[in-house]
């Protein structure tokens, strides 16, 4: 069903609706051929875009999506988004911080849009997803010009046709499950690591989190389309791909009887001659034997794992609807060691859930000392209206949160430099992204392991490459190396 609002006499704008968007549906995704309406392909003729782009890694690639069918109706890169002819958000809404980001962004686009009244300025992503953030764009933002959803992206150019034609804001913003769209333009950022999309949406529910309520279902791609996607890249000379998905070991369990899973799907791309393969999120739960033995027999698939654990603790596992135990998620990683031998595993962590106590926190705190996390994002919960979580009761002040919070991060901080301290004297293969951001005479780039190494080198001809270095340094947050002929 689709909420619309009758804008004038033609144009509608389609409102979001998170209680429709929480509804799930047993109907087949529809998968979608990607066309443009020959009467928008000039539309960006003589004009430039930027995307300010927020949040994941989803949201990276959906932005070289949005910039592949930007340049199919014309619009060409603008490097200065102070002088691009469209300037679109592509927001997230995890935290709200997050959001907070974008009404600043917002605040300084509006004297922009005072100066340029032609320049079009559009939001998309996950915020608009929420009816508070479309309405309080549409109430306090009315020189927003497009607003659009998560399912609405393959829309863009008509979208923009209205908005040339509409003084008010042009809103699409669908709340249902969810299609796949196929055979987009893209643009990638870069030349050897690409982004694959192989599952969308998410149908876990964990009380914090908005996601199954901006992305819709969870929705697997086509393994064809997946290899063929895989296959092009290794033509085009890419290196890396990190397959893409909220709940990314979930792929396959919508299609056809879900026999063939996300560990399958490893090994087939393993056979593309791809060199490495990450991927990113996983959940505990999903992660099945199959997948296990795929990260252990193929070669492309590398060393580290980003599984997140959110919690030590049974009891708020649970309230957050997790759907595993510390005692499980132990196994998988004890497993996980046992089969791919000197695995570098981080995690996601939440701290401060409503209704943790001290005593809950400090298992989190002795599982990631058991687990020998090398890395953890860790974040003190932040209420999204519209899940569970926002109206639990939360006793505990933010200034204790952020104590805990503070003892937290000493441990997972110990756990980034052990990472990279047992590397030292090593040779470690590093595929080289460019130049160190510290710019004296260094080049920088990700081991198998996913550890940031840097070593002295001015030859810019190594980018894209993978190099030997010996590991002679470990810092906290990378290795320094020397390169090896
Ligand atoms: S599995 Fe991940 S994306 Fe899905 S609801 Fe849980 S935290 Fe959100």
Redesign the pocket.
């Known amino acids: 069903m689709i909420n619309e609002k009758k804008l004038d006499k033609d144009l509608k704008r389609v409102m979001p609706s998170l209680k429709e968007a929480r509804i799930r549906r047993n109907k087949e995704v529809e998968t979608i051929n990607f066309q443009i309406d020959p009467k928008y392909i000039n539309l960006g003729k003589d004009k430039t875009y930027f995307i300010y782009t927020y949040g994941c890694q989803g949201n990276e690639a959906d932005s070289e999506i949005m910039a592949g069918i930007l340049e199919a109706i014309g619009y060409k890169h603008s490097e200065d988004p102070l002088l691009a002819d469209i300037v679109l958000l592509n927001t997230c809404a995890i935290r709200e911080n997050a959001e907070q980001r974008i009404w600043g962004v917002l605040g300084q686009l509006k004297g922009r849009k005072r100066n340029n009244p032609d320049l079009l300025i559009g939001i998309c992503g996950c915020m608009p997803q929420e009816e508070n953030a479309t309405n309080k764009l549409l109430e306090s933002y009315p020189f927003v010009d497009i607003i659009f959803g998560t399912h609405n992206r393959g829309n863009l150019p008509k979208l923009i046709f209205d908005a040339y034609l509409s003084k008010a804001t042009v809103v699409e913003v669908i709340s249902g499950e969810g299609n796949i769209l196929e055979n987009t333009p893209k643009v990638r950022e870069s030349k050897t690591k690409a982004w694959v999309h192989i599952m969308y949406g998410?149908?876990?529910?964990?009380t914090?989190?908005?996601?199954?309520y901006t992305?819709g279902k969870e929705r697997s791609r086509a393994k064809e389309d997946i290899i063929n996607e895989v296959n092009e890249l290794v033509k085009e000379g890419y290196i890396e791909v990190t397959l893409l998905g909220?709940?990314v070991n979930a792929y396959g369990k919508d299609l056809g009887n879900g026999e063939y899973t996300f560990g399958d799907l490893l090994f087939d791309i393993d056979k593309t001659g791809i060199e490495r393969v990450r991927f990113t999120?996983p959940?505990p739960r999903d992660m099945d034997d199959r997948a296990m033995e795929a990260m252990a027999k193929c070669k492309s698939v590398m060393p580290h794992l980003h599984f997140?654990v959110?919690s030590g603790n049974d009891r708020v596992l649970k309230i957050m609807?997790?759907k595993y135990t510390r005692e499980i998620y132990l196994e998988k990683i004890k497993k996980l060691k046992e089969l791919v031998p000197g695995i570098s595993i981080t995690t996601d962590i939440i701290v401060g859930y409503p209704g943790e106590t001290y005593e809950e926190f400090k298992d989190t705190v002795s599982l990631v000392e058991e687990a020998e996390f090398e890395g953890a994002f860790t974040f003190i919960f932040s209420p999204r209206e519209g899940t569970p979580a926002f109206s639990m009761e939360d006793p505990i002040s933010l200034e204790e949160k952020h104590k805990w919070f503070d003892e937290l991060v000493e441990h997972t901080n110990k756990g980034y430099l052990n990472g990279h301290e047992k590397f030292i004297g090593k040779i470690v293969k590093v595929l080289v992204d460019g130049e160190s951001k510290s710019g004296d005479g260094m080049l920088c780039g990700y081991s198998e392991h996913n550890k940031l190494t840097h070593f002295k080198s001015d030859d810019l001809s190594l980018v894209g490459k993978i190099v030997n270095v010996k590991v002679t340094e470990a810092k906290t947050w990378f290795m320094i190396g020397e390169l090896c002929e």
């Not at 998410?202 to 964990?206: G, I, K, P, V």
């Open positions: 998410c149908d876990e529910f964990c914090y989190c908005i996601v199954p992305r909220q709940n999120s959940h997140p959110q609807n997790r």
